[in-house]
């Protein structure tokens, strides 16, 4: 009963309002970086808010100055570096508002990223329940997030007008082009578009029709009519009000 007792009150949420450094690789070709605080933290997870897009699935690489008593490897080293998991993510900027903010909740998965991450960090994991018998900073705990190609959201055939933007790695407003899509659901859409965009960028998309900025993630790429191109993502943040 005892060390029942110690291991919920070593995954009890300690509010620790400690700097973290989070990394973030969209593609193999990108990355970004950004600075902020934690919220709360356990030897296991962490919350915390960014100002950049992200969604539920992807890894990121954390650094963070953790009391040693709270680490599970790297006990002696004055920074923890740490790989995590996205276990949840909710948008807490005012709809429309430009100055995007995200809430996080983060689940610690070892060292090392899986494997498949070197080759496709685009790619979204799930992870089991930790136990004291099956976390260790060796572990392998997140697996792949089986893709599927069901749509379980109808598509609508309205030509919504959009903004698409990508963001530099400073945050900063990279490639912009004004389009229209193709079709939408509450969940994502087809875009025409003359970007060239590779799946697992996040992107800022703006519509004056709707009055509405939301963030999506690129799920891949298709030919549409008379040959022009389409891109095809995923709502990361919220649903499209239809």
């Given amino acids: 009963m005892s060390e029942q007792r110690n291991w919920k009150r070593i995954r009890e949420?300690?509010?620790?309002?400690?700097?973290?450094?989070?990394?973030?690789?969209?593609?193999?070709?990108?990355?970004?970086?950004?600075?902020?605080?934690?919220?709360?933290?356990?030897?296991?997870?962490a919350g915390f808010t960014l100002k950049r897009p992200?969604?539920?699935?992807?890894?990121?690489?954390?650094?963070?100055?953790?009391?040693?008593?709270?680490?599970?490897?790297?006990?002696?080293?004055?920074?923890?570096r740490v790989w995590a998991l996205v276990r949840h993510v909710r948008s807490i900027a005012p709809p429309g508002n430009n100055t995007a903010l995200f809430e996080l909740g983060v689940a610690f998965v070892g060292k090392r990223p899986p494997q498949s991450y070197a080759a496709d960090p685009s790619k979204r994991y799930e992870i089991g329940g930790m136990t004291p018998e099956n976390f260790s900073a060796a572990a392998d705990l997140a697996t792949?997030?089986?893709?599927?190609?069901?749509?379980?959201?109808?598509?609508?055939?309205?030509?919504?007008?959009?903004l698409i933007e990508t963001l530099n790695d400073k945050g900063e407003v990279e490639l912009s082009e004004h389009t229209v899509a193709e079709n939408i659901s509450r969940k994502g859409a087809a875009i025409y578009t003359t970007l060239l965009?590779?799946?697992?960028?996040?992107?800022?998309?703006?519509?004056?029709?709707y009055k509405l900025t939301v963030y999506a993630a690129v799920r891949g790429h298709s030919m549409g009519p008379a040959g022009v191109p389409r891109l095809h993502v995923e709502f990361v943040d919220r649903e499209w009000p239809l």
């Fill in 54 to 80: 992200i969604e539920k699935g992807r890894l990121l690489h954390m650094t963070i100055p953790m009391p040693r008593q709270l680490r599970v490897f790297d006990h002696v080293e004055d920074q923890y």
């Fill in 13 to 45: 949420r300690l509010e620790l309002n400690l700097p973290v450094r989070v990394r973030c690789r969209e593609t193999p070709d990108f990355e970004w970086t950004e600075i902020t605080r934690l919220i709360d933290v356990t030897p296991f997870g």
């Fill in 144 to 162: 792949e997030l089986a893709s599927s190609d069901k749509r379980v959201f109808t598509r609508h055939n309205i030509p919504v007008d959009m």
């Fill in 197 to 209: 965009l590779p799946v697992g960028r996040f992107i800022r998309l703006t519509s004056e029709q």
